[in-house]
Structure formats: structure tokens, C-alpha cells
């Protein structure tokens, strides 16, 4: 029913920016904490940022507070994630996710996922 499909991955040096978007379909209200997480080869799945559904509270994970900063258009359904000072570390699948109400930190807690968008950043 909900659809989620990221976009705006890439390649970049160190240092560098991406901006990720993260268009929503299926729905017409926008009821969801909305997140995003990564994963690297070898990893598990964790959490970036999530933000709720008024668009006021935000959460951001220790190794991208400072530079990473996510935003949510209601009217356009998208959910966006921008990426600066870029490091090697930050290498990795991005996923766009979706769940009822309040926000969760925890993957398995989200109901709704995208296919990913890869973000590469290298030296």
C-alpha cells in the first residue's frame, strides 16, 4: 500500500555532499515517523535520522549529528536527507522507512521500506 522509492545517491570525495529525497505513495494523510538508516557490507542496519510526523522533532545518530539534516514536505510527500562533510565511513546502502505514529530508532520497528539508494564516498 505505501510506497517508498529513494533517490540522489552517488559517488563522492570526502568532504563532499548528497542530498537524498525519498518520494511516499499510497497514502493521503502522512500520519508516519519517517526515517533513514544505512547499511554497510558486513554491518547491520542502523538507524540515521528519523524525523515525525508534525515535521518538529528530529533525531540524528552520533556519527552524523553536525552533518547530516533531515527535513519532510507534506504537501509532496518526500522526505529528504542532507549529507555534508562527507567521510569514507558514511559508505554504505541508504533506506528511506515509514511507520505509524511515533518515531522508533530501531529498524525492525518500521513498517514501510524503500529499495535503497547507494552512497559511495571515497578518498
Known amino acids: 500500500q505505501v510506497q517508498l522509492v529513494e533517490s540522489g545517491g552517488g559517488s563522492v570525495q570526502v568532504g563532499g555532499s548528497l542530498r537524498l529525497s525519498c518520494a511516499a505513495s499510497?497514502?493521503?494523510?502522512?500520519?508516519?515517523?519517517m526515517g533513514w538508516f544505512r547499511q554497510a557490507p558486513g554491518k547491520e542496519r542502523e538507524v540515521v535520522a528519523t524525523i515525525n510526523a508534525g515535521t518538529t522533532t528530529a533525531y540524528y545518530a552520533d556519527s552524523v549529528k553536525g552533518r547530516f539534516s533531515s527535513s519532510r514536505d507534506i504537501d509532496k510527500k518526500t522526505l529528504y536527507l542532507q549529507m555534508n562533510s562527507l567521510k569514507s565511513e558514511d559508505t554504505g546502502m541508504y533506506y528511506c522507512?515509514?511507520?505509524?505514529?511515533?518515531?522508533?530508532?530501531?529498524?525492525?520497528?518500521?513498517?514501510?521500506w524503500g529499495q535503497g539508494t547507494q552512497v559511495t564516498v571515497s578518498s
Open positions: 522507512a515509514a511507520r505509524r505514529f511515533v518515531c522508533r530508532v530501531d529498524a525492525r520497528d518500521y513498517d514501510y
Open positions: 499510497g497514502y493521503a494523510s502522512s500520519p508516519y515517523c
